[in-house]
């Protein structure tokens, strides 16, 4: 069965420093991932997906991830990280094209 | 170009009561999916459907029930809610086609409080 494993649920970084969460899945099939965002009150907004194409995947924002087969990792990263930047972020794979399935969530938290 | 709606933002209920969510689609998609994000977790997936009919379905008892219309927008149905009920339902549209991978776009979702 698939699943997603976010490492931390909660992660503070400096503003301008780099900021790494942590994804691993398990699927018994070539996955499609995906990484969303969800601000206070909101519905999630895509990040970046990756669909079997390049393995590092760049997004909005400056965020990138690195799909890493033989880690099964899918970890997001961006250089250096911005106030705006603190929210829920969520690691997703696609079951078959229809189903998704959801980590539990990494909140980032931004320090001046 | 509207997004994914939904409606309503907000709605409190007490248990036993049932209750009804509406989504209409992002325009061009005909696929519509539902989430339950109860407080401090992820998504969980409830149901899709597409062509007016359920395609898949998460773990959920039969109290969750929906329907998708013919203009693809879509209904969520629960029935003797629960105080667990409470949660936001968040609707995800996409567009069905001859590959696997179709991008959903999510709407910002009904906070519903059951009392």
């Known amino acids: 069965a698939q699943s997603v494993t976010q490492l931390g649920s909660h992660v503070s970084v400096s503003e301008g420093a780099l900021v790494l969460l942590r994804c691993n899945y398990s699927s018994s099939v070539p996955p499609y991932l995906f990484w969303y965002v969800q601000y206070p009150n909101q519905g999630l907004q895509l990040l970046l997906k990756y669909t079997s194409a390049a393995t590092l995947v760049k997004g909005i924002n400056g965020f990138e991830a690195e799909f890493k087969k033989s880690e099964t990792s899918f970890h997001l990263t961006k250089p250096s990280a911005h106030m705006s930047d603190a929210a829920e972020y969520f690691c997703a794979v696609t079951v078959g094209g229809f189903k998704t399935i959801f980590g539990a969530g990494t909140r980032l938290f931004v320090k001046a | 170009d509207a997004g994914v709606t939904q409606s309503p933002t907000h709605l409190i209920k007490t248990r036993g009561q049932q209750v009804t969510l509406r989504c209409s689609p992002k325009s061009g998609h005909d696929t519509v999916s539902w989430y339950q994000q109860a407080l401090g977790q992820g998504p969980q997936f409830i149901f899709q459907y597409y062509e007016e009919e359920e395609r898949q379905r998460g773990n959920f008892p039969d109290r969750f029930s929906g329907h998708q219309f013919p203009n693809y927008s879509s209904e969520l149905n629960v029935n003797a809610l629960l105080l667990g009920d409470s949660a936001l339902y968040l609707c995800?549209?996409?567009?069905?086609?001859?590959?696997?991978?179709?991008?959903?776009?999510f709407g910002p979702g009904t906070r519903l409080t059951v009392l």
């Open positions: 995800a549209s996409s567009l069905t086609s001859g590959i696997s991978y179709n991008e959903q776009f």
